[in-house]
């Protein structure tokens, strides 16, 4: 079983850093694609970066590409996503995801996720 638990979200000023975590409390964690999508109020979640299962292949939204990075530690069943250069339209609950698929992009291509964390992006 899967159980995801997103850490780091917060309030910060534009330009500013955050560094969001998921863990996993499960066995399988290596075994799954994991990825980041987010949701602002009033609109639909929306993928914002992706990791296969060994970590060797990443994918990301046009609008965080060069800002975000994403990456992932198998031995602490942990995926991390590094936001740099915030920007006030960043601000959305993010929500950490585990896939069974190769290559997930969609939200219906994930089979578990955690309950979000809130990240605010001040101007």
């Known amino acids: 079983q899967v159980q995801l638990v997103e850490s780091g979200g917060g309030l910060v000023q534009a330009g500013g850093s955050l560094r969001l975590s998921c863990a996993d409390s499960g066995r399988t964690f290596g075994s799954y694609a994991m990825g980041w999508f987010r949701q602002a109020p009033g609109k639909e979640r929306e993928f914002v970066s992706a990791i296969t299962w060994s970590g060797g292949t990443t994918y990301y939204a046009d609008s965080v590409k060069g800002r975000f990075t994403i990456s992932r530690d198998n031995a602490k069943n942990t995926v991390y996503l590094q936001m740099n250069s915030l920007k006030p339209e960043d601000t959305a609950i993010y929500y950490c995801?585990?896939?069974?698929?190769?290559?997930?992009?969609?939200?219906?291509?994930?089979?578990?996720w955690g309950q979000g964390t809130q990240v605010t992006v001040s101007s």
């Open positions: 995801a585990a896939s069974r698929r190769l290559v997930p992009r969609k939200p219906f291509e994930y089979d578990y």
